[in-house]
């Protein structure tokens, strides 16, 4: 049902005079409960989500306003802690009493606090695996079975002891959702080899890959796999034979490991940065797409041979470093993009 047949639904029972009272009491108590519903799976950020009107289109400055990659690392390292939500996809602590009904219960109070301002595909990802009614994994298949399921409420009822990774079926579940929320070593590889072997625009370019079996941290692996296609294509584009380097590098930046995958076209030149930059901060062209996708997530700079300027521009940044800087390298006849993920220490 859409929001319009919704509303006239609604319009029909609250103008029906034939209502008796307690059927009117009956129906303004339904209407309470599933607006409070619908409010809640709203994040603040969410400007896109309204009735009667069509999303407004963003502009570079209103991404990065909503650029929070840092908040969003905070989150995600819950996952690593027991008051978190770590027994989500972790065994229980053999020598403390756990309950799977309160670690469910642990996570979605966690959830709807909303004292972390992160990008609404995450909070998407995590309430529909909480509540439901359906979710996408890291393979972009949509789940209908969450935490609210029937199948799942039974099987905890049955087990309350016992952690869902015990149930052969169930234990599928929980794996799909861990690596969707983390990428896990070594399997960054493999992500590169199925987006290239699922997409026949692609099957002609020659990746090398370097250290990538380095690469673990916690992030939406949906929206990695999403943003590392989107490159693909894009370079695709313009050489269906381009080579291609694609490496892994660690660093640390404060409380922060910085987790940063490196993707090279070889023997790119690019137009004029001034060209670039006034397309994307116009919202136009692949760029700002992909800046989109990294919203919230990682920064993101490019770097290359701007028809004869070596530059560098940090296009989403946490780190206040100067946005665009002359490379030292002045024969770089390479494009280059960098995305930085953040890992909470």
Request: charged share 30%; with cysteine.
């Amino acid at each position: 049902m859409t929001i319009s047949e919704a509303g006239a639904l609604i319009r029909f029972f609250t103008h029906n005079k034939r209502l008796t009272s307690n059927q009117k009491k009956r129906l303004d108590s339904l209407l309470a409960r599933d607006f409070s519903r619908i409010s809640s799976i709203i994040t603040p950020d969410d400007d896109a989500v309204k009735f009667n009107s069509k999303p407004r289109r963003k502009n570079l400055d209103e991404i990065r306003k909503l650029h929070r990659p840092l908040d969003t690392s905070r989150f995600l390292a819950l996952f690593s802690s027991p008051n978190g939500f770590k027994f989500l996809t972790h065994d229980f602590d053999p020598t403390v009493e756990s309950k799977m009904e309160d670690i469910i219960l642990q996570a979605t109070a966690i959830l709807d606090s909303k004292e972390y301002r992160i990008p609404k595909s995450l909070y998407a990802l995590m309430f529909g695996f909480l509540r439901g009614s359906e979710w996408w994994d890291f393979k972009n298949v949509r789940h209908s079975i969450h935490m609210k399921s029937e199948e799942v409420k039974n099987w905890i009822s049955q087990n309350p002891t016992l952690h869902l990774k015990t149930s052969p079926k169930l234990k599928t579940l929980i794996e799909d959702f861990r690596n969707t929320t983390r990428l896990v070593k070594p399997n960054l590889p493999h992500l590169i080899n199925r987006i290239t072997n699922n997409n026949d625009s692609l099957l002609n370019l020659i990746i090398e890959k370097k250290s990538l079996n380095k690469a673990d941290f916690y992030t939406n692996v949906r929206i990695l796999n999403l943003i590392l296609q989107k490159v693909f294509l894009d370079i695709a584009q313009r050489d269906a034979e381009a080579n291609i380097e694609i490496s892994f590098l660690r660093d640390s930046w404060n409380e922060y490991r910085l987790c940063q995958i490196i993707v090279k076209h070889s023997k790119s030149e690019s137009s004029p940065l001034d060209d670039v930059k006034n397309k994307m901060e116009s919202g136009g062209g692949a760029l700002f797409e992909l800046g989109k996708l990294c919203q919230g997530y990682c920064d993101w700079s490019i770097e290359g041979n701007f028809e004869g300027e070596r530059k560098r521009w940090r296009i989403l940044d946490s780190r206040r470093l100067p946005e665009i800087e002359d490379l030292e390298d002045k024969n770089i006849e390479d494009f280059i993009h960098v995305f930085t993920f953040y890992k909470y220490k």
